[in-house]
């Protein structure tokens, strides 16, 4: 029989609500499938633990969660009181950093049910990969501070991208594409402005596009493609980028399909080597937490996400059919989608759908 | 009476066609206003210019332009012959450094006329500037490769924010801020992941903010900013980012307003030390250069900017106004905008308007 090890990790704020209901699903779903879980919960790699213990995680973290499966992840933060870049870098940037989770993957798609804030574009219209590179670029901790508190101050932070880092994601995309009906990449680039690193990335999608001779691709300046994104988001299939670029395409694309309190995310380490982790793109969401009003599909979407990535493929295709059977119907959504639905019943309906 | 000297420079593509358009009703307004314009033409600071000489422009261009009272600049660019990076660093990069144009004024405006991509939105609804530093940040020269040609090679380049900066661009857009009935500023970051300039980007908006107590302000992560700039455009008034931030946003800006074609762009320097830099937001558009077909209207609007710049602020009021008739009007758009007008009788019509 097929287990599963799965590190549970619900991180603050809304990830407490909606991470139980992401539970709730994969439960569904492995009696249907036929397959089991061990779940295993994780109070670290959140700001309360931080309150209590002074660090974001204990010091054995890899030990206690390096031979999972994977992480189920749900969001953290506490942007008010605990710096984002403490809170961020002490946990979820870790992971993807020291699980060599090198791939950002996350779908755009435009669902039923999910109004577009674009004029006129209809569920099919939309539908696309970003693949975002997840471990270096223009996230690195490289650099720091001269001339502290005087007005000759300036501030310095390397980007970084490496041979090794930079052909890897392309041959992701690449892979990814190919395997797509319409086989078609776009990769963002900035090589106009942004005149040392982003001449090296076309570079190196230059020379990866050789080996790919049945992928068309193109490629757009970042800011004329977050303009393509808006007017023209039927044009793409797989979009690939660095760490920044795609951190911003990821949002503004299920932006652009209406919510991205819908949209999951896999960071995966796609040798297995180490555990992958899936998340919802939304953040943590101080703000609506603990009154149970949380949309939970971008944490169920996510969970579709990682079965997929373990094999489940049959099971994750069937969530995301639940997902969008349950969308269809205004008295099943949330608030946020103008329905009558809470963060519970908008998760069993997704439950009961799959069943 | 008043006369102001402008370089006159189309540079390539479209901008060949849109510029001697401009000129037109800059000649239009400046007969209208009483007002004096001498406009010296360039060749310069084009691809035509490098094809010829080898390099983007003549050594003495400094003499030759830095005495004008502004520029008046089309596109630059043939990125299918020449890197962008080659064209761009050796023109208009060049300019904004070297004229220290620190300020990259850009509006986004929903016009009369121009149907956006956004579901429901009406004329009104979006009017905000994108106030951009235009002269360090992330893009520097600063860097290089290393290993080149191995496996392990790699590349670096740093971004780099100083105090005189950073403080100046944000006193700019903290002050046109509470020149406007919403005083409501923005700030674009990203210090939850770009973890070393971006919170000093921060700590430097909390300082500036403390001497403008009447302008509201907030600051988004840049990723979910672009997702408002399309879901809630109109939450906006100024928005200030850094040089790669800034450029994002005022592409998406414009294209949540229908098209970059009718936007504008002033790279200014306030102090008024060197020449001021006036163009539209699109490039050379080498695709439908030649055909006479190109929008000329962020060309002409630039054009006010300008003179809102040279004192003329009635003039280029005037100008603005004209353009909104002509937007108005569906038989004088542009084929863009599905309008029967090419270049040529889309500018008469604004002449004709403003005279
Ligand atoms: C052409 C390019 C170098 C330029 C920039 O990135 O600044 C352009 O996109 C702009 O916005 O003016
Ligand atoms: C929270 C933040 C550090 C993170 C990122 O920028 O990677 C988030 O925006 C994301 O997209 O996962």
Redesign the pocket.
Known sequence: NRVHRIAVIPGDGIGKETVPEGVRVLEAAAKKFGFKLQLDDFDFASCDYYARHGRMMPEDWKERIGQHDAIFFGAVGWPDTVPDHVSLWGSLILFRREFDQYVNLRPCKLMPGVPSPLAGRQPGDIDFYVVRENTEGEYSALGGRMFPGTDREFVVQESVFTRHGTDRILKFAFDLAQKREKKHLTSAT?S??IAITMPYWDERVEAMAKSYPDVRWDKY?I??LTAHFVQNPDRFDVVVASNLFGDILSDLGPACTGTIAIAPSGNINPERKFPSLFEPVHGSAPDIAGKGIANPIGQIWSAAMMLEHLGEVEAGRAILQAIETVLSEPKLRTGDLKGPANTVTCAKAVADALA
Do not use: V
Request: hydrophobic share 15%; net charge neutral.
């Open positions: 900035k106009n402005g300046h800011d004329i």
